[in-house]
């Protein structure tokens, strides 16, 4: 893994993010790469971590965007993933009394919907829906390809949770270089 920070901070020296600059894209993979190995080791986005993003985000989001489209997808990437977030929450609590046992697994975390908003505040609005739902099919996509794998591999079990933030950091990424097509 450390091999990825030297190499992805060299990237962004010669090809900083259109809006953020060298400094602002450096920034932004400290804080992205933290997300990501915390999610990925531990299944966690920790709320003082995503609060550093909020103020960061409202930062750049409002040189970027106004103030008001930066508190339009705040609010936007939010509340999209808050209302993902309790239709997985309901569809755990069905199929735990469904199946007679409990699930421990969820389907989201409240650190995916902070960052989430984190990345409302980040794009913009209408950045933030293009960049939840461009994390939902990046999601969906590596999912899928995950299960056929632990099938293939006769390893597949009901209710495997994968984390969700390297998803929506992946597609912030994405759009942050690809901005042209979310105005």
Same mark, same amino acid.
């Given at each position: 893994?450390?091999?990825?920070?030297?190499?992805?901070?060299?990237?962004?020296?010669?090809?900083?993010?259109? +809006?953020?600059?060298?400094? /602002?894209?450096?920034?932004?993979?400290?804080?992205?790469?933290?997300?990501?190995?915390?999610?990925? @080791?531990?299944?966690? *986005? $920790?709320?003082?971590?995503?609060?550093? #993003? !909020?103020?960061?985000?409202?930062?750049?989001?409002?040189?970027?965007?106004?103030?008001? +489209?930066?508190? &339009?997808?705040?609010?936007?990437?939010?509340?999209?993933?808050?209302?993902? %977030?309790?239709?997985?929450?309901?569809?755990?609590?069905?199929?735990?009394?469904?199946?007679? @046992?409990?699930?421990?697994?969820? !389907?989201? #975390?409240?650190?995916?919907?902070?960052?989430? #908003?984190?990345? /409302?505040? $980040?794009?913009?609005?209408? /950045?933030?829906?293009? /960049?939840?739902?461009?994390?939902?099919?990046?999601?969906?996509?590596?999912?899928? *390809?995950?299960? &056929?794998?632990? &099938?293939?591999?006769?390893? %597949? @079990?009901?209710? =495997?949770?994968?984390? %969700? #933030?390297?998803?929506?950091? *992946?597609?912030?990424? &994405?759009? $942050?270089? %690809?901005? =042209?097509?979310?105005?």
């Amino acid at each position: 893994m450390f091999v990825f920070g030297p190499l992805l901070a060299g990237l962004i020296y010669f090809l900083p993010p259109p +809006n953020l600059g060298l400094w /602002g894209g450096i920034l932004w993979l400290i804080l992205f790469g933290l997300i990501v190995v915390i999610d990925l @080791e531990h299944r966690l *986005i $920790l709320h003082p971590v995503s609060l550093i #993003g !909020a103020i960061l985000g409202m930062i750049f989001g409002s040189i970027n965007h106004g103030i008001l +489209n930066t508190i &339009l997808g705040g609010a936007a990437g939010f509340g999209l993933m808050l209302v993902f %977030y309790l239709f997985g929450s309901l569809f755990i609590k069905f199929m735990s009394r469904r199946r007679g @046992e409990e699930i421990d697994e969820v !389907a989201l #975390g409240f650190g995916d919907v902070n960052l989430a #908003g984190v990345i /409302g505040l $980040l794009l913009g609005w209408p /950045g933030a829906i293009a /960049g939840v739902f461009l994390a939902i099919i990046i999601g969906g996509l590596i999912s899928g *390809i995950f299960l &056929l794998y632990q &099938l293939f591999r006769k390893k %597949y @079990e009901a209710f =495997q949770a994968l984390p %969700y #933030g390297p998803f929506l950091v *992946i597609s912030v990424v &994405l759009l $942050l270089y %690809y901005s =042209q097509f979310v105005r």
